[in-house]
């Protein structure tokens, strides 16, 4: 299995980033794979897999390119930098495009784990290509949702950073990604590839950076920086498509308000609201309070979380509007959440939820 070796110091000082490229190559692999892990990413992959399909055949050496550089256990180094952190996608991109050739062909060679390189790749524009391709995913596939997805990864990494404090770092790095877990004497198991183990050395940086595909790898450039890509918790991953709400009940309690509620089918907590609708915490509190002085919505306390999902009296009123789907017998399936990672917002932020 991968393991690194991370002293105290260094995992004090690491840090949860986001990265509007480890979005966008995160993006890539899932339209690379073709299938999605929940009904969100089955419909992002419907709209954008016809034109991503339409660019590979357009340029067979780019998509040569992407199936090598996904290779079964190692991505090729050039087309996914560690250093991504706090970069513009722009800034990001840039360093792949400046890659020299031979380098590009050298990790690729990597990835093929002893078979040669295809003749087609014999060419010093694979870093060229790669730019276009990468920058193709994210001007067509994620920049379009990126302000959505943002919310989404600070979300993950307040709930994380706050579990941090209240439990330590071995709680949060085993709740990371399938295949992470700390094993105690600075032992982090990154992955169950079998890789001689790496210490990260006094002074390295160590970076956790979430996305929305249900994706992850690990990355480190030199012995300097080092980087564990993970997916963001489940129910925030989840790109709720919502149906535009009925005019007579947002009439009735408010556009706003009764966009929470068509939410609410799925048990969700107030953070989660705030980064799925984009509304303030403030105003989220109060739409809350209000649904649950009329009935419509119930709490339900899982573990430190509070959790809010529509009362059978929300269904009537949702079906009476109108909303198909909206009867718990065409409820979607309530999401696995870590109850111990879930961060309770309502009441240090929000007094008028109790």
Known sequence: MGLWQIGTDTLARSRFVLSPFAETFASLRLL?????????????????????????????????????????????????PT????????ETVARVRAT???????????????????????????????????????????????????RVLEADMVARTARVSQGGWAAVLDSLKPGTRWLGESRFQVNPNAYPP???????????????PKTSWVSWEGRERYAVVYPCLGVLAEDHHRRPVPAGLGALVGTARAGVLALLGTPMSTTQLVAVTGQ???????????????????????GQSVLYVRTPAGEVLMEASGVSGAGTGDRLPEPELDPELELELELELDPGIH
């Open 100 to 150: 020299g050739a031979e380098e590009a062909r050298a990790n690729l060679l990597v990835c093929l784990q002893g078979s040669p390189l295809p003749a087609a790749l014999e060419r010093d524009d694979l870093p060229e290509r790669a730019t276009t391709l990468l920058t193709y995913v994210w001007e067509e596939t994620v920049r379009p949702y990126w302000e959505r997805r943002r």
């Open 83 to 90: 250093s991504c952190a706090g970069e513009s996608f722009e």
């Open 280 to 302: 303030g915490l403030g105003s989220v509190g109060r739409h809350l309070r209000v649904l649950l002085d009329a009935g419509l919505v119930e709490r339900r306390r899982a």
């Open 198 to 212: 790496r210490e990260i050395a006094a002074g390295a940086e160590l970076l956790f950076m979430p996305v929305t």
């Open 32 to 80: 690379h794979a073709g299938t999605g892990a929940h009904p969100g990413e089955e419909a992002w992959l419907r709209e954008h897999l016809p034109g991503y399909h339409a660019r590979l055949a357009a340029d067979p050496v780019a998509a040569l390119v992407v199936r090598v550089a996904f290779g079964t256990s190692w991505i090729a180094d050039f087309f996914c």
